[in-house]
């Protein structure tokens, strides 16, 4: 397995080591600004969360009738990720590390995420646009982080990942682009589709696609990772990764005052947001924990999945689901404030994390350490 | 201005075998630590083992004798 020794400078400098994350950081957080230019909803030029809900919907695995559209930049970002891969020979089909543990912690993300309304990407877009609930957020997302990083340290493994066929790594890309050709071209009706409400709210397909593909491809190359960016500082004070979710920020508070939309850091009235502090923290925290024991947050599994890696694929589809259950089950909260099945959703989800990571760091077997 | 030195570095399939390799190295004296894989020789954003490019020979004794597979190793400036 030994590879031969690639010559590189002695020195290197943090900039020199980073500039690409930071690039990556830029040009995620001025498409998310134009993005909302173009019509997507308030603080949401990008986010996994809503956009994967919104998916949901449109497939009608819920009748909540304002979050309903099969959005082009999820498929973008994946596509993005495929190509970037398949340019550098990056490509591989792989799977079979514990999927239906990893289809129910995408699910319990997911919940996570609509009781926060937002994923660690919108995160820290609604922080660059003045909703300091999204720092109640940041704050949760940390914590849960560092529950699941204890028990990383203690061993938690959900077991290796196996070589498959390039198929099975297609697969999941290929059927993502195949319904939204349906949809470009008219082929397909039965999509649902929101009339009002955050679904209705979206830029133009082709530019939402071509951002998407942008965020897809540099994600891939830079391994652009909001959990990945946290363990990295907290585990080996590399700030390298955090910096580029901190450049997002500064591009969108820039971009949002040079647009005069910036009106100042504030707790109320932020769009598609609430300020029930508890259970910003609380949500969040089930996002964090969630996504350091599937090895990503919600952006990184898609690009994962991209690159061929099925079980990511197939934790995308357990968000999918999970983002059904919050919606049909009343899971998520609105701009009015968390709701009472939110709450337990989210305290057995922090149960349920709290479970796994016991089982499957103290309780391994001989396998345990493969 | 950081200083690259010759290095050995492993990847693994899992944060778990890389835990195990830092437990396995500590308890053989042999020295390095825990880094993120580095892009250059992976896609994936696990965690890596780098230690200096002389332990290379034990450190793979080292892992053969605790029964963690490495996914990768390689010697590089680091």
């Known amino acids: 397995m030994a590879k031969k020794t690639k010559q590189t400078p002695e020195k290197t400098s943090w900039l020199g080591q980073n500039w690409l994350l930071l690039l990556t950081g830029f040009l995620v957080g001025a498409a998310a600004i134009v993005l909302n230019l173009l019509g997507n909803p308030g603080n949401m030029g990008f986010c996994i969360a809503c956009f994967e809900r919104d998916i949901a919907g449109a497939l009608g695995l819920h009748s909540a009738a304002p979050v309903q559209y099969f959005r082009p930049e999820i498929v973008g970002i994946v596509l993005g990720s495929l190509l970037m891969a398949l340019a550098r020979k990056e490509f591989r089909g792989k799977g079979g590390s514990a999927p239906a543990l990893r289809f129910g912690l995408g699910a319990l993300v997911m919940i996570g995420a609509l009781v926060f309304l937002g994923c660690p990407l919108r995160m820290v877009i609604r922080i660059g646009g003045g909703d300091l609930n999204a720092v109640v957020g940041l704050l949760g997302f940390i914590a849960g982080i ?10 938690f493994n959900l077991g290796r990942a196996y070589k498959q066929s390039p198929l099975e790594g297609l ?24 009339a009002a409400g955050p679904g209705s709210l979206r830029a133009p397909w082709y530019a939402a696609i ?28 590399e700030f390298g990764l955090i910096s580029a979710f901190g450049m997002v920020i500064l591009t969108v ?21 609430h300020s029930d502090g508890l259970w910003n923290f609380l949500g969040m925290s089930v996002v964090g924990w969630g996504s350091v024991l599937l090895g990503g947050c919600p952006l990184r599994q898609l690009v994962l999945a991209g690159e061929g890696n099925s079980d990511s694929a197939v934790t995308v589809l357990g968000m999918i689901f999970g983002a059904a259950l919050s919606h049909n089950f009343k899971l998520a909260s609105s701009g009015d404030g968390s709701t009472p099945n939110g709450h337990i959703a989210v305290i057995g989800a922090l149960a349920i994390l709290l479970l796994v990571s016991l089982v499957l760091s103290f309780a391994k077997g001989k396998e345990g350490k493969k | 201005m950081r200083r690259r030195q010759a290095s050995c570095i492993v990847t693994f399939h899992t944060t778990a075998d890389a835990m195990e390799t830092e437990r396995v190295c500590r308890a053989a004296g042999l020295a390095g630590r ?12 696990g965690i890596a083992w780098c230690g200096p490019a002389e332990t290379r020979p034990a450190l793979e004794a080292a892992l053969r004798a605790a029964g963690v597979e490495a996914a990768g190793l390689r010697e590089q400036l680091y």
């Open chain 1, 146 to 155: 560092l529950m699941g990083l204890v028990f990383l340290k203690k061993g």
């Open chain 1, 171 to 194: 697969a999941f890309p290929g059927a993502l682009l195949l319904a939204f050709l349906l949809c470009v071209t008219g082929l397909c009706g039965l999509f649902r589709s929101s």
């Open chain 1, 210 to 237: 071509l951002a998407g593909l942008l965020v897809g491809a540099l994600a891939q190359r830079s391994r652009f990772c909001m959990v990945g960016g946290v363990r990295d500082a907290v585990m080996f004070r």
């Open chain 1, 253 to 273: 508070l820039l971009g949002n005052v040079i647009l005069k939309k910036f009106t100042g850091f504030s707790f109320a009235g932020q769009p598609v947001a």
């Open chain 2, 34 to 45: 825990l880094i993120p894989a580095p892009r250059d020789l992976t896609a994936d954003c």
